[in-house]
């Protein structure tokens, strides 16, 4: 899935409008994406226009109790995997790169498909 910031805001800085964000993770319907800085954070997603809404093969998507949704790959689907990664605990570590790695160069190379198919 990918995205773009519609409009500049001073409330988000860490985004810039017309670039695209590979969505890694979907938490009650906010988007999980590398900011500029390159560090995972939520987002809402009426931020956003979709690009791309394909979501990956191996994400597992859910719906809480008041229909938003959840959706992630397996490994960082996981109840406090985020808190462990931002408290810097190795195994997490290595876990979101090695996952999110994987995730943009498949992003990157459906873009490239995408854009020689036009």
Do not use: C
């Amino acid at each position: 899935m990918i995205v773009k910031l519609r409009h500049k805001s001073a409330r988000y800085p860490d985004l810039t409008p017309g670039l695209s964000y590979v969505v890694i993770g979907i938490e009650a319907d906010d988007f999980r994406i590398l900011n500029n800085q390159g560090r995972p954070y939520l987002y809402p997603s009426r931020l956003f226009k979709i690009i791309d809404s394909s979501k990956p093969h191996d994400w597992i998507t859910e719906r809480g109790k008041e229909g938003e949704s959840y959706a992630y790959p397996q490994p960082l689907n996981a109840a406090g995997f985020f808190e462990d990664f931002f408290d810097a605990k190795p195994k997490a570590v290595a876990t979101f790169w090695r996952i999110v790695n994987q995730h943009l160069v498949s992003a990157n190379k459906a873009g490239q498909r995408a854009a020689s198919s036009s």
